[in-house]
């Protein structure tokens, strides 16, 4: 009884829920860690509780994909060679780490730079955007008998809360590609948000809360017909969407997605721009307790004027994203969040006719920050003219291992496909030890 009490007590005075199995939930587990000196009845429980609340700060990890659509040059962002014709008219600028230098249109990302690892001597088998894009976000090249899951439904399905109110796997922007949950279901599907400056389409309640809930109500029985009817795995998935929406629909933490709640000055520092403005969000949706957010930056496939688009679109990432990696660090998230910056490939060390770069998978960058990353270092090395990797070859599936090790997820879990065939999430490869020092 004194524990029932204790819980009762605690939920009236700090506002925090518990799910359907009577546990704490996740987002109000985050709450009570972030809370310091606050003094309840039912010490005993409370210590308890405020052990359960640090071990799950430490553990409740989450990643922060900003995916630059269309394969970004490594001579215009993370690896500038300015003193070689592979370099073209971008110069080099120096960082935060003495010895370590980014192209001098990332002046702000250049003060974090203590807190990046810049791997350069990533490589991919894919020259084709939508087979890379499809490799490097799932680690499998795409087959027309198995829909392979995107990584984020994998850490959405391992880290994420079916109880949760909001989804595990969001994505802000215009996304190329069609990955999303594959074979581990819709539960595991993203919910895809458009743009960053406006609360999601459809999530607004247009009745009351009880005529809503008695439409689902009606709902349910016609659902329950068409199962009758043999319609029982349509009607599953359907069941289990309309759960996840209502849930969601009829959550307070709806607000997450609402970037105005932020203070001026906070939405000034992330920038006016659409990036800026979801890189924000997603800081908010991790807050709250989402898996995986991914931002999505496009128009990186600079096969002409690479050099003036670059710029550009650097001006674009820059600012938001050395804001992101300060405000996670900042709220004490940056140790449980992982931040992970690439493409599906990089652009090739010859300038072209039209005053741009082309495809080229064979040796690019990507950059991480966060979850046990160890910043202000480089990874790998390529030739002198940017042409293949020297030292430090890093591959497809040797980057998404390392993500799980990072995410305390289990890459060799194996799962089924709708053919029966157990598929692990990552299909070899190594973790980069170097990345965590």
């Not at 600012?319 to 990089?346: C, H, K, N, S, Y």
Request: aromatic share 6%; with cysteine.
């Amino acid at each position: 009884m004194e524990n029932r009490q204790s819980k009762t007590r605690v939920h009236r005075q700090l506002d925090v829920s518990f799910d359907r199995r009577g546990c704490l939930r996740r987002r109000d587990l985050l709450k009570i860690a972030g809370i310091s000196g606050v003094t309840i009845p039912g010490i005993g429980w409370m210590n308890q509780l405020a052990g359960y609340a640090q071990q799950l700060r430490q553990q409740n990890q989450a990643c922060i994909l900003l995916w630059m659509q269309g394969g970004p040059s490594q001579f215009e962002t993370f690896s500038p060679q300015p003193t070689n014709a592979s370099g073209g008219q971008t110069k080099a600028i120096s960082t935060a780490v003495p010895g370590i230098q980014v192209a001098e249109h990332l002046p702000q990302t250049a003060k974090v730079m203590d807190q990046l690892c810049l791997i350069r001597s990533m490589q991919s088998r894919e020259g084709s955007h939508p087979r890379a894009t499809h490799l490097m976000q799932t680690g499998f090249l795409p087959t027309a008998s198995v829909k392979y899951p995107a990584f984020g439904a994998h850490v959405a399905q391992q880290l994420g809360d079916p109880d949760e109110e909001l989804p595990d796997f969001v994505t802000i922007g215009r996304r190329r590609g069609n990955t999303g949950g594959g074979f581990l279901g819709v539960e595991c599907d993203p919910f895809k948000i458009s743009s960053p400056e406006r609360p999601p389409d459809n999530t607004q309640l247009t009745t009351t809360e009880s005529r809503y809930r008695r439409r689902l109500g009606l709902l349910d029985q016609l659902q329950s017909e068409y199962e009758e009817n043999g319609g029982e795995e349509e009607v599953a998935d359907q069941r289990k969407l309309y759960a996840k929406s209502s849930r969601m629909i009829l959550s307070q933490d709806m607000t997450a997605f609402d970037i105005q709640q932020e203070s001026s000055q906070m939405r000034e520092a992330y920038g006016d721009s659409s990036f800026g403005k979801g890189c924000l969000l997603a800081r908010r949706l991790v807050e709250t307790g989402v898996s995986f957010v991914e931002v999505s930056l496009g128009n990186w496939d600079t096969h002409q004027d690479n050099f003036n688009r670059s710029k550009n679109l650097c001006e674009q990432l820059d600012q938001p994203f050395a804001q992101l990696i300060r405000d996670l660090q900042q709220r004490d998230m940056l140790e449980r969040t992982l931040v992970l910056w690439m493409g599906e490939f990089g652009r090739t060390p010859r300038i072209n006719g039209r005053g741009g770069r082309d495809h080229f998978p064979k040796a690019f960058n990507v950059a991480l920050a966060g979850g046990g990353v160890q910043g202000g270092q480089v990874i790998g090395k390529t030739t002198s003219d940017g042409g293949d990797v020297a030292d430090g070859l890093v591959k497809v599936n040797d980057l998404l291992r390392t993500v799980c090790h990072s995410l305390k997820i289990d890459a060799d879990q194996e799962n089924m496909s709708a053919a029966g065939r157990p598929i692990r999430v990552v299909d070899g490869g190594q973790v980069v030890e170097k990345v965590f020092g």
